[in-house]
C-alpha cells in the first residue's frame, strides 16, 4: 500500500470554485512538501510544512499540516484554468532525507 | 540562482540497448541528488540518491545503475534496457530546509 495517500486521484471543478486535496500519511511526517506538475514536465515546488499545525499560503493556494503531522490538505480559492494539472505530495517519513510521493491528484479546471 | 538540467528530453530506445540520462546542477555545491522514475498513473519512486561523489544509495533493485563522477554531475545508466524501464525520469536536488527542486525530466520509451 501507498505510504502518501492523496485524494481525490482526480477532480474537474469549474472555473471559480473552490476545492481541496488531502494528503494522508501513515507515518509521522518530518516535512510535507507540495508540487505542481504539468503533463511532460518536471514538477514545481509549491509549498513545504514542517511543524503541525502550520498554514501556508501562496496566491489562492493555502497548505496546512496537521497537528498529528499525519496529514495535509492543499485548498485552491476560486479556481482558474491555469491550476489544472497533477498535484502531488511529498514527504520525508524517516527524516534521512529519503522521500515519498503520493501517486498524485489530477485537477482539471473549466473555463 | 540554482538551476537543474536535465539531457536528453525525450529518448526513443530499443529494447537491449544502453542508456545514459545526465543530471547537472549549477549554483550550488555538495547538493544531494536524487533519481525518479514516473510511470504512467503513478507516483514517483525514488531510485537513486546521493550525498556526495561516489557516493550512490540504490533504493530498489533494477537493471539501472547510477554515478556521480563531480560534485553537481549525477547519470543514471544501463547496459541492457528492458520495456519496464521506459518512464519519465526525474533528477532532483535538495535545497533549503530540504526541500527537493525537479529537473525537467526525460521521458524515456522503450520499444
Known amino acids: 500500500s501507498q505510504e502518501l495517500e492523496q485524494s481525490p486521484q482526480s477532480l474537474i471543478v469549474q472555473e471559480g470554485k473552490n476545492l481541496t486535496i488531502n494528503c494522508t500519511s501513515s507515518?509521522?511526517?518530518?516535512?510535507l512538501y507540495w508540487y505542481k506538475q504539468k503533463y511532460g514536465e518536471g514538477l514545481i515546488f509549491l509549498m513545504m510544512?514542517?511543524?503541525?499545525?502550520e498554514e501556508k499560503s501562496h496566491e489562492k493556494i493555502t497548505a496546512k499540516l496537521d497537528e498529528k503531522k499525519q496529514q495535509s490538505s492543499l485548498h485552491i480559492t476560486a479556481s482558474q484554468p491555469s491550476h489544472a494539472g497533477i498535484y502531488l505530495c511529498?514527504?520525508?517519513?524517516?527524516?534521512?532525507?529519503?522521500?515519498?510521493f503520493g501517486t498524485g491528484t489530477r485537477l482539471k479546471v473549466l473555463a | 540562482s540554482q538551476t537543474i538540467h536535465q539531457w536528453p528530453a525525450t529518448l526513443v530506445q530499443p529494447v537491449g540497448s544502453p542508456l545514459s540520462l545526465e543530471c547537472t546542477v549549477e549554483g550550488t555545491s555538495n547538493p544531494n541528488l536524487y533519481w525518479y522514475r514516473q510511470a504512467a498513473g503513478r507516483g514517483l519512486q525514488l531510485l537513486f540518491y546521493?550525498?556526495?561523489?561516489?557516493?550512490i544509495s540504490s533504493e530498489v533493485p533494477q537493471n539501472l545503475s547510477a554515478s556521480r563522477p563531480q560534485d553537481r554531475q549525477f547519470i543514471l545508466s544501463s547496459k541492457k534496457l528492458l520495456l519496464s524501464d521506459s518512464g519519465f525520469y526525474l533528477c532532483a536536488w535538495n535545497g533549503d530546509w530540504e526541500t527537493q527542486y525537479f529537473g525537467p525530466g526525460t521521458r524515456l520509451l522503450v520499444l
Open positions: 511529498g514527504a520525508d517519513t524517516s527524516g534521512t532525507y529519503k522521500y515519498i
Open positions: 546521493s550525498v556526495g561523489i561516489g557516493q
Open positions: 510544512l514542517q511543524k503541525g499545525g
Open positions: 507515518k509521522t511526517l518530518y516535512g
